[in-house]
């Protein structure tokens, strides 16, 4: 049963909440920036930026959306899973979407992220050797090719 969609402007503060809550949980402990992470990184401010974004993101959606993918030019930008819900294949799902109905190929890890790259590389994504900052940090992002 396929439970993607094409997100909708009712779904942004839900896309907006899974995103928040993930950065939060797996970044802000490599980062700790206080101020952005909880001043900043807000639902409210997300779902303004989002908004703009609609027509790259797909959401799963069983009847609750419980993970989104955004896809830009064949490169993933996004894939977050509700953190409660991860390891029910939900990112598999959306991954494997992405891959077969949108063309995906390439995407950026944080370097950091072990459990990102673990989980891209099962699907067929290989770490290049190019390398660059993530945004105002000194952590890398690596870039991963299908």
Known sequence: MNYIRQAKINDLVRIAEIFVFNYRLNFYPIF??????????????MVESFAKELDSIWVYDD???????QIEKREVKRLFVE????GKAIGTELL????AERDANHLWALEKNIKAIAFYKRYGFDTTNEKKYEED?????VRMEK
Do not use: A, H, R, S
Not at 33 to 44: A, I, K, Q, S
Not at 63 to 69: D, N, S
Not at 137 to 141: M, N
């Open 83 to 86: 953190p409660v819900l991860q």
């Open 32 to 45: 700790q920036e206080d101020t952005f992470y909880f001043e900043e990184l807000t639902v409210f401010n």
């Open 137 to 141: 940090t000194t952590e890398f992002l």
């Open 96 to 99: 494997e979407y992405g891959i």
């Open 63 to 69: 009847g609750v959306v419980k993970g989104f993918i």
